[in-house]
Nanobody
């Protein structure tokens, strides 16, 4: 019931910046938190950043000071501004939402590839 679509992935050189967006649509449930996860080849999926609808954020230690997660005034678009990118940031980045109607629900986007390489 919550459809998530990521965009903004691509190829960038080390030290560069990239901005990812996630748009939520078709909502019939109340979203109370959203997050960005990433998964590199051969590695487990990990949470990169999380944000509540009030704007409170939490970041993985590996991206603190480099990434900024935000949500717009409509509460339907989440952005991940990635600065000072490193090769190890290369992964598929996924948008996630947690919502609640009668029962909790988790939804995922399709993912967008971020490649950091010279």
């Amino acid at each position: 019931q919550v459809h998530l679509v990521e965009s903004g992935g691509g190829l960038v050189q080390p030290g560069g910046s990239l901005r990812l967006s996630c748009e939520a649509s078709g909502m019939s449930r109340a979203i109370y938190a959203m997050a960005w996860y990433r998964q590199a080849p051969g590695k487990r999926r990990e949470r990169v950043a999380a944000i509540t609808m009030s704007g409170e954020t939490n970041y993985a230690e590996s991206v603190k000071g480099r990434f900024i997660c935000s949500i717009d005034s409509t509460k339907k678009t989440m952005t991940l501004q990635m600065n000072s990118l490193k090769v190890e940031d290369t992964a598929v980045y996924y948008c996630y939402s947690a919502s609640l109607a009668t029962t909790p629900q988790k939804d995922w986007g399709q993912g967008t590839q971020v490649t950091v390489s010279s």
